[in-house]
Each structure stands twice: as structure tokens, then as C-alpha cells.
């Protein structure tokens, strides 16, 4: 019999089977078996679609799994206060992470491995570089679980500036606190290699740069050649479709 919470999930699932992007304005993509739920969940390292278990269920298996992880008390007290998740949630996540890396991080090319899963069409190593810049947020060169678990609260469940302020994180690439032309550009070639050619139309060659023309014709109020955390927030908060999109992984787990 389905909960409540496994009905949502359905639901949810096909709310979000879209991939139109209203910051760079990629069009809707043909729609897919797997749904952008399905296919960002995949990437976290702790999900399996064939899995007996999730954070939701709760089930008796479930407790008696969790009552397996161990954690020092003061690193998981210090994530619950960091983080919109529950220790029951973190130690899930947990145990997922440590499954997959039990090194207990993530280097690039292993995230580079699992993300080019989802594009198999295309190129995904350049996007899934700046993804991984942006989860990186100490500069190592690796992912640890503290910094999967921070960036992926802002993600799902962080305010509405706290997900803008981290979109503009991922698209301010040398991380000087504003978007040039040539970030963004290189922004959407990356989009563009990895699921560009196979878009429903079709992408013309032409598209990445009329992508950027129109992000800096929308954010860059001064006309001064480059998009600041201000002028991001201002123009994200008084877009419909932008702001829409920024729910769009709200209550995914």
C-alpha cells in the first residue's frame, strides 16, 4: 500500500520532468524516461532506484540500518545546525556516501563519471566541472560529506536567496563576485555540449550566445559588462519563471 509521502514523490516526479533553464533560457527538452527528480537524486550517492530503502519510508529495515552508522556527536549535532536536515536524514545520507566513497570523498573525475551518466548523448565533463566548483567550496580539489550535505540543503531546502546566491556561486566561475560575458558563455557551451544537440527543438549553433545576450540584456542594469550579486538577486526575485524554478527541488527528500 503507498504513503502518503511515496504519493507525493510520484507527483513530484512528474512536475519536474521539464529542463528549461528561465536564467539562460534553455527551451523544454523532449521529455525522458527519467525525470530531473530521478536523474538529480541518482547523483546523489546514497540514492538507488532499486533501492528497499529511502529517507521517507521509514521503515523497520530502515531503523534497524540506521542504528549501524556511527558518527562522532559533535560532527553530526554541528551538520543538523548547518543544515535543514534531520540526523535521521543525515545519517541516510550518510551511510549512502560512505558506501559509494569510502574514502569518504569525492574527486572530480569521480563526479565526472557519475554525472556523464545522465548525458550519455553528450558531453557533460565541462558542466560537471563547474557543478563540482561549486560544491567545492574549499577549494581541495575533492568533495567531503560535509560539503555535499551543506550545498545540498541550499539546493532543496535553503531559502529563495540562499538558492540564488548559490546559482550565482556556480555561474561566477573565477568566484570574484560577478558574471562576466565570457563566464556565462562558457556557461551555456558547457549546457550546450551536454544536452544542447539533443534539446526538442533542436538548438541552433547560434544558441549559446543569444543565451547570454539575453542573460545580460535581463541582469546587467548598469550596462557596465558584467552581472553582480545585486543585480542577479533584483532581477531573479522579480521574474515568475525564475522564481518557479527555484522550487523546483523543494521537499525532494
Not at 122 to 142: K, P, R
Not at 159 to 186: P, Q, V
Request: net charge negative.
Amino acid at each position: 500500500m503507498k504513503s502518503r509521502s511515496q504519493d507525493q514523490s510520484l507527483s513530484d516526479s512528474r512536475e519536474l520532468d521539464r529542463s528549461y533553464d528561465p536564467l539562460t533560457g534553455n527551451p523544454p527538452s523532449k521529455p525522458t524516461k527519467k525525470t530531473i527528480k530521478q536523474r538529480f537524486l541518482k547523483l546523489l550517492p546514497c540514492y538507488r532506484s532499486d533501492s528497499s530503502s529511502s529517507i521517507n519510508q521509514g521503515s523497520t529495515d530502515d531503523e534497524g540500518e540506521l542504528q549501524t552508522v556511527c558518527y562522532r556527536p559533535e560532527g553530526l549535532d554541528l551538520l543538523v545546525q548547518q543544515t535543514k536536515f534531520s540526523k535521521k536524514e543525515l545519517q541516510v545520507l550518510y551511510r549512502g556516501f560512505k558506501n559509494e566513497c569510502p574514502s569518504g570523498i569525492v574527486n572530480e573525475e569521480t563526479f565526472k563519471t557519475i554525472y556523464s551518466q545522465f548525458f550519455p548523448q553528450g558531453d557533460s565533463s565541462m558542466y560537471a566541472h563547474f557543478l563540482f566548483e561549486a560544491f567545492d567550496t574549499h577549494n581541495h580539489g575533492s568533495v567531503n560529506f560535509e560539503d555535499f550535505v551543506v550545498s545540498l540543503s541550499i539546493i532543496l531546502r535553503g531559502s529563495m536567496t540562499d538558492k540564488l546566491n548559490w546559482a550565482f556561486n556556480l555561474y561566477d566561475l573565477n568566484k570574484d563576485g560577478c558574471i562576466t560575458r565570457e563566464e556565462m558563455t562558457d556557461i551555456m557551451h558547457s549546457i550546450y555540449d551536454m544536452m544542447g544537440k539533443y534539446t526538442y527543438p533542436s538548438m541552433k549553433d547560434s544558441a549559446p550566445k543569444e543565451h547570454v545576450d539575453s542573460f545580460f540584456q535581463k541582469m546587467d542594469k548598469n550596462n557596465d559588462g558584467v552581472v553582480t550579486i545585486e543585480e542577479f538577486l533584483e532581477t531573479c526575485q522579480k521574474d515568475v519563471n525564475i522564481m518557479q524554478s527555484m522550487h523546483m527541488f523543494d521537499n525532494v527528500i
